[in-house]
């Protein structure tokens, strides 16, 4: 629910770029979450985070082997 396809976040990246007002996420899954971890503060974000770091890592590992 919160992975976006790349050209579609660059593309809304690009559109966001020099907005100072409104809109400050180039996907609203990343605005819903955000808004969740306001409304929800015992979510350990630190966790989250660690977890997410991690499995892009692996990820990034796991098609570096496979070249």
């Not at 559109?15 to 808004?35: E, I, M, Q, T």
């Amino acid at each position: 629910m919160f992975s976006v396809d790349v050209n579609i976040y660059v593309k809304n990246i690009i559109k966001l770029l020099g907005n100072l007002n409104g809109v400050r996420s180039a996907y609203w899954g990343h605005s819903l979450s955000g808004a969740l971890i306001n409304i929800f503060p015992f979510v350990n974000t630190e966790k989250i985070l660690a977890e997410t770091g991690y499995d892009l890592a692996l990820s990034k590992q796991n098609k570096i082997k496979a070249i």
